[in-house]
């Protein structure tokens, strides 16, 4: 038997958006072509827009479509999160290695008795 996947309230999930961005529903209106009646049947949860009329509005707010997907990853992610990990590992190798020679990573001063 399948799980139940999560449901995702679209409209709250824009609403939320445009609200932390400073945006009105007129702004979405200009940006878009889309009406403001529209957007607010949207938001609303009376009217499911399609993926294309989301894109639009994702656009609109400079945001990633995937971002209305809570819990959604896209390669792109995957890959920011690969080379973020890549680096915290870096930068704990050069930390190990420097005070294994003596050195102060966090202020680039040689430890006393140690040579540079």
């Known amino acids: 038997m399948p799980k139940e996947k999560p449901r995702v309230n679209i409209g709250e999930v824009i609403r939320t958006y445009r ?8 702004d979405i209106e200009r940006r878009t072509g889309l009406l403001r009646c529209y957007l607010s049947r949207v938001e ?5 827009p399609s993926l294309e009329t989301l894109a639009k509005i994702a656009e609109a707010m400079d945001i990633s479509l995937a971002d209305f997907f809570p819990g959604t990853e896209t390669p792109r992610d ?3 999160q690969k080379a973020g990990d890549q680096k915290i590992q870096l930068d704990a190798f ?3 290695s420097a005070a294994g020679a003596g050195h102060d990573p966090e202020d680039g001063h040689v430890a006393a008795g140690a040579s540079a």
């Open 19 to 26: 609200a932390q961005r400073g945006l009105s529903q007129g």
């Open 44 to 48: 609303n949860g009376h009217t499911v």
């Open 78 to 80: 995957r890959e920011t």
């Open 94 to 96: 050069r930390r190990r």
